[in-house]
C-alpha cells in the first residue's frame, strides 16, 4: 500500500473523520429524501398517474449505475473529499435545475426537464454515497467488531434521516411551495458543502486506480455475489414501496399526508434496525464466519413475508390494509437486518487499497436493482395490483437467498495496486 493510503487511515482521526463524513452524508440524505417526497406529492396533484411518477424516478436511479462506478474510481484516484464535494455540488445543481421549471410549459417539455433533472440528482446521490461508504473502510480500521458497529449506525442513521426528509419534504411543499423549498434545501447543502472542505482530510482514501475496465471489473467472488444478491434485494423493496403499496394506500381510502407519514415511519423504523443490527447478528473473530450464515437466515426469513402478504391479498379479509402496513413493518425489520448485515460484507470483503473501487461496483448493483424494482413497481401494479408487486418482490428475494448460500466465509486476500 502507498504512503498516502497509510497515511489517511491513520488510527488517531479515525473517529474524527468518520464523524464528520457521516455528518456530511446525513445533510445530503435529508434534503435527498425531501426531494422525492417533494417531486412525488408535487406532480401527483398535477394529476400524473402511478406510472407515469415511477417514469420521473427513472433517471434517477439508472444514473446511479455509472455514477457508482465511475465514483468509486475518481475516489481512488483523487480521493474522497474530492468526490464529496463534487457529489455535493452536482446535486446543489440538480435542486437548482428543478426549481426552474415553469408552469408554462408544455406536458412533454416538463416531464423530460424533471427526469433530467432527477438524474442529475441521481448522479450526484451515488457519487456522495460511494465516497462515504468508502470512508468508514479507511476510518474503521481492521476490526471488524468496529467496522460492522460504524457501519451500522452509518447505514442505520442515514436511512432514519431519509424519512424524516420524507416528512420535511411533505412540509416544505405545504408552507413554501415547491420552487422555494428546493431554494431551501440547496442553501442547506452549501453549508455542508463547506464543511466537507474545511474539515475533511484532502488525500483520505487516495490511492492507485484500476487502469483498465478489466481491472475495475475484476472483483473478488464474494464482492460479485454481494453485488448480484443486492441487485434482486432493493429490487424487491422498491418493487412495492416506490408506487405499488402507496397507491393501494391511498386508494384504500388513506389521505396523502398519512400515505406520506407511513412511509417517513417505515424508513425510520428501518433505519433503527439497521443501527441495531451488531446487537442481533452475533459476530465472529475473523468477521464472516457468522456474518455469512447471518446473511443467508435473514434473506430465507425476508422472503417468506411477502408470500404470506400475496396470500393475505387473494383472501382479501377485512381491513386488509392495516394487515398489509403490519406485514410490511416485519418487511421492514428483516429486510434492514438484511441490508446492514450486506453493507458490512462488503467492506469485509474489500481491500484497502480500493476499498472505493470495490465499494462503488457493489452500491452500481444496488442501483440496478433500485432501477429495476421501480420500472417494475409501475408496471406490476398497474398489471395486477398489489398482489402482483407483493410476487414480483417474493421472486427476488429467493433469488438473493440462493445467492447468499454461495457466499464464501474466508476472506480473500487484499489485492496490491500495480
Not at 440538480?94 to 424533471?114: E, I, M, N, Q
Not at 442515514?158 to 431554494?183: C, D, P, Q, T, Y
Not at 452475533?282 to 402478504?309: C, F, K, M, Q, Y
Amino acid at each position: 500500500m502507498g504512503d498516502t493510503a497509510i497515511a489517511t487511515r491513520a488510527p488517531n482521526h479515525g473517529a474524527r473523520n468518520y464523524a464528520i463524513v457521516t455528518s456530511a452524508y446525513w445533510g445530503f440524505t435529508l434534503t435527498d429524501g425531501a426531494l422525492r417526497m417533494l417531486v412525488l406529492l408535487h406532480f401527483y396533484k398535477l394529476g400524473y398517474s402511478p406510472f407515469a411518477l415511477a417514469f420521473l424516478f427513472l433517471l434517477y436511479e439508472a444514473a446511479g449505475i455509472a455514477a457508482n462506478l465511475i465514483g468509486g474510481w475518481l475516489a481512488t484516484r483523487y480521493g474522497i473529499a474530492r468526490m464529496l464535494t463534487v457529489g455535493l455540488t452536482t446535486q446543489i445543481t440538480g435542486f437548482l435545475l428543478l426549481s426552474a421549471l415553469s408552469p408554462d410549459w408544455t406536458a412533454t417539455l416538463s416531464v423530460a426537464w424533471v427526469v433530467l433533472s432527477q438524474g442529475v440528482c441521481g448522479v450526484a446521490k451515488d457519487l456522495t454515497k460511494t465516497a462515504s461508504k468508502s470512508a468508514i473502510k479507511l476510518t474503521a480500521g481492521e476490526a471488524s467488531g468496529q467496522l460492522f458497529k460504524w457501519v451500522a449506525f452509518f447505514t442505520g442513521s442515514k436511512n432514519a434521516m431519509k424519512g424524516i426528509g420524507f416528512f420535511l419534504g411533505g412540509v416544505l411543499l405545504e408552507v413554501l411551495g415547491f420552487r422555494v423549498s428546493l431554494w431551501v434545501m440547496a442553501g442547506l447543502l452549501a453549508l455542508v458543502l463547506l464543511g466537507v472542505v474545511f474539515f475533511v482530510p484532502k488525500l483520505m482514501g487516495k490511492s492507485k486506480a484500476s487502469k483498465s475496465a478489466k481491472e475495475l471489473f475484476a472483483k473478488n467472488n464474494g464482492i460479485n455475489l454481494l453485488a448480484a444478491a443486492r441487485v434482486v434485494l432493493f429490487g424487491a423493496r422498491d418493487v412495492w414501496f416506490v408506487v405499488g403499496v402507496p397507491v393501494f394506500l391511498y386508494a384504500s381510502g388513506w389521505s396523502r399526508p398519512m400515505v406520506g407519514g407511513f412511509l417517513a415511519l417505515w424508513t425510520i423504523g428501518y433505519g433503527v434496525v439497521q443501527a441495531m443490527a451488531p446487537m442481533i447478528v452475533r459476530r465472529s473473530s475473523d468477521g464472516l464466519s457468522t456474518e455469512v450464515p447471518a446473511a443467508r437466515l435473514w434473506s430465507a426469513l425476508l422472503a417468506i413475508i411477502p408470500i404470506a402478504l400475496a396470500v393475505v391479498v387473494v383472501v382479501n379479509p377485512p381491513n386488509l390494509e392495516w394487515l398489509v402496513v403490519g406485514g410490511l413493518g416485519l418487511f421492514g425489520f428483516a429486510f434492514a437486518v438484511n441490508s446492514s448485515v450486506h453493507s458490512y460484507l462488503v467492506l469485509a470483503y474489500a481491500g484497502s487499497e480500493k476499498a472505493a473501487e470495490d465499494v462503488g461496483f457493489y452500491y452500481a448493483a444496488n442501483a440496478v436493482g433500485r432501477f429495476l424494482g421501480t420500472l417494475m413497481s409501475g408496471l406490476l401494479y398497474q398489471w395486477g395490483g398489489l398482489l402482483y408487486a407483493l410476487v414480483g418482490s417474493a421472486v427476488m428475494l429467493l433469488a438473493c437467498w440462493l445467492i447468499t448460500l454461495a457466499l464464501p466465509i474466508v476472506k480473500p486476500l487484499e489485492r496490491i495496486a500495480p
